[in-house]
């Protein structure tokens, strides 16, 4: 069974909005750090934002002031709001734990173009 699912992508224009949503199947969801990364065709997949366990967040440069990650702790589900997309930010779009790293799910495409 994925531990990880990824959903909430589709086709934006640019400057438009796209809220994603990771579900979690796994047990002790609050204990971990939770990340978003995405992966464009023949480059290696990046980070891009984090939540620690304590609510701590963290971005990349590329998408401070324009993304926001979430969690919720209950639902054992994580989001990353994103505002103000770029064509750059075309990418699949994933989820896990990085000091604890599962599978990785199917992860959700998002295209921004015009």
């Known amino acids: 069974q994925a531990q990880f699912v990824e959903s909430g992508g589709g086709l934006v224009q640019p400057g438009g909005s796209l809220e994603l949503s990771c579900a979690y199947s796994g047990s002790s969801f609050n204990m971990f750090t939770m990340a978003w990364y995405r992966q464009t065709p023949g480059n290696q997949r990046e980070w891009v934002a984090s939540i620690s366990r304590g609510g701590t967040t963290n971005y990349k440069d590329f998408v401070r002031g324009r993304f926001t990650i979430s969690k919720d702790n209950v639902k054992k589900m994580g989001y990353l709001q994103m505002n103000s997309l770029k064509a750059e930010d075309t990418a699949v779009y994933y989820c896990?734990?990085?000091?604890?790293?599962?599978?990785w799910g199917q992860g959700t495409q998002v295209t921004v173009s015009a």
């Open positions: 896990n734990f990085p000091n604890s790293l599962r599978t």
